[in-house]
Protein backbone atom coordinates (compact mmCIF):
# COMPACT_ATOMS: atom_id res chain seq x y z
CA UNK A 1 0.00 0.00 0.00
CA UNK A 2 3.06 2.14 0.02
CA UNK A 3 2.92 2.72 -3.67
CA UNK A 4 -0.21 3.82 -4.36
CA UNK A 5 0.11 6.16 -1.10
CA UNK A 6 3.23 7.49 -2.82
CA UNK A 7 1.34 7.96 -5.94
CA UNK A 8 -1.04 9.69 -4.51
CA UNK A 9 0.90 12.06 -2.80
CA UNK A 10 3.11 12.90 -5.67
CA UNK A 11 -0.16 13.70 -7.76
CA UNK A 12 -1.28 16.15 -4.73
CA UNK A 13 1.78 18.04 -5.23
CA UNK A 14 2.02 18.06 -8.81
CA UNK A 15 -1.57 18.01 -10.15
CA UNK A 16 -0.32 17.77 -14.02
CA UNK A 17 0.10 14.55 -15.34
CA UNK A 18 3.83 14.07 -16.37
CA UNK A 19 4.89 11.39 -19.01
CA UNK A 20 8.38 9.73 -19.21
CA UNK A 21 9.52 12.92 -20.62
CA UNK A 22 8.70 15.02 -17.98
CA UNK A 23 5.83 17.12 -20.25
CA UNK A 24 2.75 17.21 -18.47
CA UNK A 25 -0.59 17.14 -20.18
CA UNK A 26 -2.66 19.89 -19.84
CA UNK A 27 -6.40 20.98 -19.33
CA UNK A 28 -7.30 23.02 -22.42
CA UNK A 29 -11.00 23.45 -22.68
CA UNK A 30 -14.52 21.47 -21.96
CA UNK A 31 -15.09 19.31 -24.51
CA UNK A 32 -18.93 20.92 -24.73
CA UNK A 33 -17.21 23.82 -26.30
CA UNK A 34 -15.97 22.47 -29.11
CA UNK A 35 -18.57 22.49 -32.25
CA UNK A 36 -20.12 19.07 -32.62
CA UNK A 37 -19.33 19.30 -36.88
CA UNK A 38 -15.43 19.35 -36.53
CA UNK A 39 -14.84 23.08 -37.09
CA UNK A 40 -11.56 24.09 -35.87
CA UNK A 41 -11.33 25.97 -32.44
CA UNK A 42 -7.57 27.55 -31.58
CA UNK A 43 -7.14 27.46 -28.19
CA UNK A 44 -4.56 29.19 -25.70
CA UNK A 45 -2.62 26.21 -24.05
CA UNK A 46 -2.31 27.67 -20.47
CA UNK A 47 -0.08 26.18 -17.67
CA UNK A 48 2.18 26.89 -14.74
CA UNK A 49 5.86 26.07 -14.61
CA UNK A 50 7.34 24.40 -11.91
CA UNK A 51 10.66 24.38 -10.12
CA UNK A 52 11.26 22.12 -7.72
CA UNK A 53 8.95 23.38 -5.05
CA UNK A 54 8.32 26.34 -6.34
CA UNK A 55 5.41 26.70 -9.09
CA UNK A 56 4.83 30.20 -11.40
CA UNK A 57 1.96 31.16 -12.35
CA UNK A 58 -0.15 30.11 -14.75
CA UNK A 59 1.24 31.32 -18.54
CA UNK A 60 0.24 31.16 -21.73
CA UNK A 61 2.69 29.00 -23.66
CA UNK A 62 0.97 28.28 -27.25
CA UNK A 63 -1.84 27.77 -29.41
CA UNK A 64 -3.55 24.99 -31.06
CA UNK A 65 -6.12 23.86 -32.78
CA UNK A 66 -8.84 21.43 -31.44
CA UNK A 67 -11.19 19.72 -33.65
CA UNK A 68 -13.79 17.34 -32.23
CA UNK A 69 -14.24 14.40 -34.96
CA UNK A 70 -16.50 12.37 -32.79
CA UNK A 71 -18.23 12.17 -29.67
CA UNK A 72 -15.87 12.07 -27.56
CA UNK A 73 -12.78 12.32 -29.82
CA UNK A 74 -10.44 14.96 -30.11
CA UNK A 75 -8.04 15.76 -32.78
CA UNK A 76 -5.41 18.34 -31.70
CA UNK A 77 -3.29 20.51 -34.11
CA UNK A 78 0.24 23.06 -33.65
CA UNK A 79 -0.42 26.52 -34.63
CA UNK A 80 3.09 26.97 -35.56
CA UNK A 81 3.54 26.29 -39.47
CA UNK A 82 6.35 23.30 -39.49
CA UNK A 83 7.96 25.20 -42.36
CA UNK A 84 8.93 28.35 -40.57
CA UNK A 85 7.27 28.46 -37.28
CA UNK A 86 4.87 31.29 -38.40
CA UNK A 87 1.09 30.97 -36.73
CA UNK A 88 -1.47 29.02 -39.16
CA UNK A 89 -4.92 30.53 -40.02
CA UNK A 90 -8.01 28.67 -39.80
CA UNK A 91 -10.05 30.03 -42.82
CA UNK A 92 -13.42 29.10 -42.41
CA UNK A 93 -14.22 30.07 -45.84
CA UNK A 94 -12.31 27.47 -47.27
CA UNK A 95 -12.31 25.07 -44.65
CA UNK A 96 -8.44 24.52 -44.36
CA UNK A 97 -5.74 25.99 -42.53
CA UNK A 98 -3.73 28.82 -44.60
CA UNK A 99 0.01 30.13 -43.37
CA UNK A 100 0.26 33.60 -44.65
CA UNK A 101 4.30 33.53 -44.57
CA UNK A 102 4.81 31.79 -47.37
CA UNK A 103 1.28 30.60 -48.50
CA UNK A 104 1.61 26.82 -47.31
CA UNK A 105 -2.30 25.31 -47.17
CA UNK A 106 -3.30 22.57 -44.96
CA UNK A 107 -7.02 20.65 -45.60
CA UNK A 108 -8.89 20.02 -41.74
CA UNK A 109 -6.83 17.21 -40.77
CA UNK A 110 -3.79 18.90 -40.82
CA UNK A 111 -2.13 17.64 -44.15
CA UNK A 112 -0.79 19.33 -47.02
CA UNK A 113 -2.94 20.59 -49.02
CA UNK A 114 -1.64 21.91 -51.81
CA UNK A 115 1.92 20.06 -53.41
CA UNK A 116 3.30 23.82 -53.88
CA UNK A 117 3.25 24.64 -50.06
CA UNK A 118 6.53 24.87 -48.60
CA UNK A 119 6.02 23.00 -45.42
CA UNK A 120 8.31 20.07 -45.45
CA UNK A 121 5.19 18.24 -43.18
CA UNK A 122 1.54 18.28 -42.28
CA UNK A 123 0.48 20.53 -39.41
CA UNK A 124 2.13 18.58 -36.20
CA UNK A 125 -0.64 16.74 -34.00
CA UNK A 126 -0.17 16.32 -30.59
CA UNK A 127 -1.34 13.91 -27.89
CA UNK A 128 -4.72 14.53 -26.56
CA UNK A 129 -6.85 12.79 -23.88
CA UNK A 130 -10.40 13.31 -23.18
CA UNK A 131 -11.35 12.72 -19.42
CA UNK A 132 -14.83 13.25 -18.62
CA UNK A 133 -15.81 16.62 -19.90
CA UNK A 134 -12.20 18.04 -20.53
CA UNK A 135 -9.85 17.68 -22.99
CA UNK A 136 -5.87 17.69 -22.13
CA UNK A 137 -3.21 17.73 -24.33
CA UNK A 138 0.22 17.23 -24.44
CA UNK A 139 1.40 20.46 -25.88
CA UNK A 140 5.35 20.72 -27.08
CA UNK A 141 7.37 22.25 -29.57
CA UNK A 142 8.36 20.60 -32.72
CA UNK A 143 11.56 21.66 -35.08
CA UNK A 144 10.63 23.23 -37.90
CA UNK A 145 12.03 22.94 -41.64
CA UNK A 146 12.38 19.65 -41.31
CA UNK A 147 10.27 16.55 -42.61
CA UNK A 148 10.53 14.69 -39.56
CA UNK A 149 8.64 15.33 -37.05
CA UNK A 150 11.48 16.16 -33.75
CA UNK A 151 10.26 17.31 -30.37
CA UNK A 152 12.52 20.60 -29.33
CA UNK A 153 13.49 19.38 -25.68
S1 LIG B 1 6.27 29.63 -42.18
FE1 LIG B 1 4.43 28.80 -42.89
S2 LIG B 1 4.71 28.66 -45.01
FE2 LIG B 1 6.59 29.40 -44.29
Given at each position: ???????????????????ASGTAMVRVAALEALPPDGTPRRVT???????????????????????????????????????????????????????????????MDGSINDPKSPSPRPMDTLQVEVKGDDVWVRFVQYRTGIKEKVEVT
Open positions: MIVPAAAGLVAWLDPLARDVVAGKRDGWTREPDVPLGAIYLRRTAKDKVVALHSVCPHAGCFVDYQAERKSFFCPCHDSTFA
